[in-house]
């Protein structure tokens, strides 16, 4: 079985300063990791994922995450948010044998603020 | 190009009435997918459709919730009757395929609320 955390439900920053959003996971095979956002009455968007490969993939929008298999994480970042940032994120993994389903974590709220 | 479109947006019932949630996938999509997400919570797979055929169930209570995806394009969720426990957000996404890696597309979601 896999599962997802998100280590923090909420997090607010000024705007132009650096974020990190925080994510673990725990499966028993490799998986595929995502990166979804939901802007306000939106439905979610892909924002990023890690299928293979290089370990940092990037976003259109400037944010990056890294996979790292010895600490099971995939940590979501951007080196400077703006107000337009604001929105849920939610972080979510799929293993990638034997059938599949995408286990969401429970999203990390990031606020911008001027 | 359409996104996912859901109806209704909002509905708000009494408990033991039933409910109904309409989804039309993008265009050429064959696979539908119908999620619920609680409250604090990230979306939970209820049901998966490829085209007609609804291959993974396993999570969706089967004793109230119904689904089905007529002609493999447009997709109703029905819940008889509701319950307090229901109230919930209701998404649907679609994919062009069911490959792990196909990207899936969500709609904006029907909030729920059983009064």
């Known amino acids: 079985a896999q599962s997802v955390t998100q280590l923090d439900s909420q997090v607010p920053v000024f705007e132009e300063a650096p974020v990190e959003l925080r994510c673990n996971y725990s499966s028993s095979v490799s998986v595929y990791l995502f990166w979804y956002v939901q802007y306000p009455n939106q439905g979610l968007q892909l924002l990023l994922k890690y299928l293979s490969g290089s370990t940092l993939v990037e976003s259109i929008n400037g944010f990056e995450a890294e996979f790292n298999k010895s600490q099971t994480s995939f940590h979501l970042r951007k080196p400077s948010v703006h107000i337009s940032d604001t929105a849920e994120y939610f972080c979510?993994?799929?293993?990638?044998?034997?059938?599949?389903?995408?286990?969401f974590g429970a999203g990390t709220r990031l606020f911008v603020k001027a | 190009e359409a996104g996912v479109v859901q109806s209704p947006r909002y509905k708000i019932i009494e408990k033991k009435q039933p409910v109904a949630f309409w989804c039309n996938p993008i265009s050429g999509h064959n696979t539908l997918y119908w999620y619920r997400q609680n409250l604090g919570q990230g979306p939970e797979l209820l049901i998966r459709y490829e085209n007609e055929e609804a291959v993974d169930d396993s999570q969706l209570p089967k004793d109230r919730f119904s689904a089905e995806r007529l002609k493999g394009v447009d997709s109703t969720l029905k819940i008889q009757p509701a319950e307090l426990g229901d109230s919930a957000v209701y998404l649907c996404a679609s994919s062009l395929n069911s490959g792990i890696t196909d990207t899936q597309y969500f709609g904006p979601g029907t909030r729920l609320t059983v009064l």
């Open positions: 979510a993994v799929t293993r990638n044998t034997g059938g599949f389903k995408t286990i």
